[in-house]
């Protein structure tokens, strides 16, 4: 006979590993202090009543656990409709806790209060929470935890306003110096970096002359914009001054408005709100970087290469690329894996913005849905999150419905700016790939003089990117593919809004260029490629390499580190070329 197995405490691990040890032929004693067993999962006898600790719901995701679950309970297990709440100021509210019944409960001020702390907790997240209190306040912000769980009346919160306020601000300054120097600092210096890039190729020597020296091909059209609204007289009237229906909403509204508010002209204000966009993006993927706790050295390679993309310097010029990347980032960033309806909101807003500046947001908006899919039973939310994000573009159809009696105007415009029909199957049709086997294609993106001075060269470049992405769109779908179904990445449910993002803007990009030669995919393809990165980023950080021979690890880490630097090497020097064509105000893309 063996020895028994001590087991200290019956609550529900002891009693499960007691259960287990039992079926394995061990003899166990389980020593318990209280009276009875459950530990803090108990029910206790009160005046002939059952009574819970609290309330119990069981969850798992491992079959194992739930397989000894049904085990143990059998027929005994009851489902009943959960229904928890929290007795406070004399009113019931929901648990888990429902964002709008606290707003409508607790009153205007402290709902302002709550708002903006639960915000500020979700912008700068607590590291790594030591116990209960910073785990609530990390997750729920310091304002609702102070309600929930100090239970503090409000004559205590008069009479303690002051020293409240300072452990309210004291959190938010111990978090505020990693949030500046993670986040803001580096994301304002990429941007700096960017802008210093291009003032370099520029005659000009002042801020304001280097910009308005670039106000070129797209920026006069979202100039006229600005300036005089949209207006249309006709399809053979296409000019700034009379027929500018071809250009969505977003951006021209965003320059009116930062325009009005820093009181610059409009010119100027192109530059300032593309800038201001182009560190939000960045804000962006740092924050994404902080999220998936990317380690550092992968965040400055990942940030290289979107910053010597060939045509990243559209970030900062009076395009509407970098609001276009923020705001759907920001979609991205708010709506997938939170479903808060808050932050739902804040998603959906987004989403609204985004689809509002290109045409290539409408089907990236959808993107929430796959939370519904993945098992989210917050439709309702999910659903209002994707109506709000497409109203930004739908709203502009509505706009060109009620204003000049026709809501496709946009699409009826592109014929007088080349792009004569959107061919939906050009991404499987040969004559997409046909220029790359000619060799006159190959000898003149080659030739220096026709790089910098020869509108067919960039042209030419903008074939090429079409071959290239779809090749990385496979190649990362496929590995990521694998790694997932093989079990060996983690968190793929998190990364598939990006691949249908980035695929869907491809794929509507290259239906639109295609009419016109595909002449400016190389600009069209940037959103694509910054998707992609993260994506990429994210797969490297959750997939488990540990299946890759040891022998061979060090070729491959070579063979990837040398890959790398010739990519940025390439990248960075036609991203050089470019703006060098930029500046010089031949076309680019
Ligand atoms: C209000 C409330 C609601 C909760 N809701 C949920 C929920 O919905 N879902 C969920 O999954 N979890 C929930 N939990 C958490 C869950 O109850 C605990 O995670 C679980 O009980 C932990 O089990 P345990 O065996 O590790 O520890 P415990 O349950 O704490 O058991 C420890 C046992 O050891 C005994 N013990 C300690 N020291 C000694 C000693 N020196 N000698 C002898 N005996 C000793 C104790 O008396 C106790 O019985 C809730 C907890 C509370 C309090």
Known sequence: MRDPIYILGAGPAGMAAAYRLTQLGFPVVVVEREEGVGGLAKSIRYQGFILDYGPHRFFTKIPAVLELWNQVLGSEQVTVRRLTRIYYRKQYFQYPIQAWEVLRKVGWWESLRIVLSYLWAQLIPRPAPSNFADWVKGKFGTQLYSHRLWQVTSTMITKNRLKQLSQLLQPSWQHLAPFLWQILLPSLALTVLQIFMISLWSKESDYVS???????????????????GYQFVGFDKIAYEQSNVAFFPGYPLAVAGISRLLRVDPELGLYLTAQLFCWLMWIYLFLFYRRWQIPLVWQILASLLILAYPTSFYLCV?????????SLLGFLYWSIRWERPLLMLLAGVHGLVMSATRIVGLPVAL??????????????????????????????????????????????????????????????????YTPLFSIDHWQSLFSPSRAL??????????????????????????IDGISATAGKSQC??????????????????????????????????????????????????????????????????????LGYVLLAFIFFALNQILTWRYAHHLWVA
């Open 210 to 228: 280097i910009f308005k020296g670039l106000t070129q091909w797209d920026s006069h059209w979202y100039l006229s914009i600005v300036r005089r």
């Open 318 to 326: 009076g395009y509407s690329e970098s609001l276009f990347v923020a």
């Open 453 to 478: 001075g020869d509108q067919i060269w960039a042209i030419s470049l903008s074939q090429l990117f079409v071959p290239l992405t779809l090749g990385s769109l496979l190649v990362t779908g496929l």
């Open 367 to 432: 993107i929430p849905l796959l939370n519904l899919w993945s098992g989210s039973r917050r439709w309702l939310w999910n659903l209002a999150t994707v109506s709000l994000a497409l109203l930004g573009g739908l709203g502009f159809f509505l706009y060109c419905q009620l204003f000049f009696g026709s809501w496709d105007l946009y699409m009826k415009m592109q014929p007088y700016f080349g792009s004569s029909f959107v061919n939906y199957l050009a991404i499987v049709q040969a004559h997409t």
């Open 492 to 561: 793929w449910q998190e990364r598939l809004g990006f691949h249908l993002a980035a695929w869907s803007m491809f794929y509507i990009a290259l239906a639109g260029g295609s009419a016109v030669g595909q002449r400016s995919m190389s600009r069209y393809c940037l959103p694509v490629h910054i998707v992609q990165v993260l994506a990429l980023v994210h797969w490297a950080k959750y997939t488990d390499f540990s299946f890759i021979p040891e022998r061979i690890r060090p070729y491959l880490g070579n063979t990837l580190k």
